[in-house]
């Protein structure tokens, strides 16, 4: 991710026009997010799919890819945003509306091949030291997810190991390697 040297506030960066891939606005910096590529794409999607197959029947929460939420003096755009249902930004007819101005339940985000891993891992810990209950970083390098909780050391998991996301979206997990699996297509 680029990182430019404008001098912005927070209110003032939300004023500038969306861009693709998105910017975001961290320790007082703008930077644009990578461009993804179809394994990132495909792992959004299962992701997105898996969550909302668990958690909107139930009216738990939904998965969002590419959602800004916006909180803690910055201004992020995980890959999959996962927000509590009650929590969903609504417009007076009721209709989900607007961006996230607190944060997720879960914030995933999904590493490529040229993004730098120490920032995204820093994203992570950002996350829950925020208020974010659960961050996941897949790697698709070495087909593994790196978990961040509140209190807990970062917990590297792979293959049989289960993320279980607790007491954000409880009873909902997923195997790691049946999440790579799913977007081998093959």
Known sequence: MATTRQALTLEEFLQLPEEKPALEFVAGAVRQKVSPEILHSLLQKILCQ???AYAVPRRLA???PELRTTFAGAS???DVAVCQWGRIPRDHHGWP???LREPPLVAIEIALPRQSRKQLRDDCAWY???GVALAILCIPDDRSVLAHRP???EQRLQGADVVDFGAALPGFQFVVGELYAAA???
């Open 50 to 52: 898996w969550i909302d």
């Open 62 to 64: 939904v998965a969002a």
């Open 76 to 78: 992020h755009v995980p």
């Open 97 to 99: 509306a607007g961006p």
């Open 128 to 130: 829950v030291a925020n």
């Open 151 to 153: 209190g807990v050391p």
């Open 184 to 186: 081998r297509l093959g």
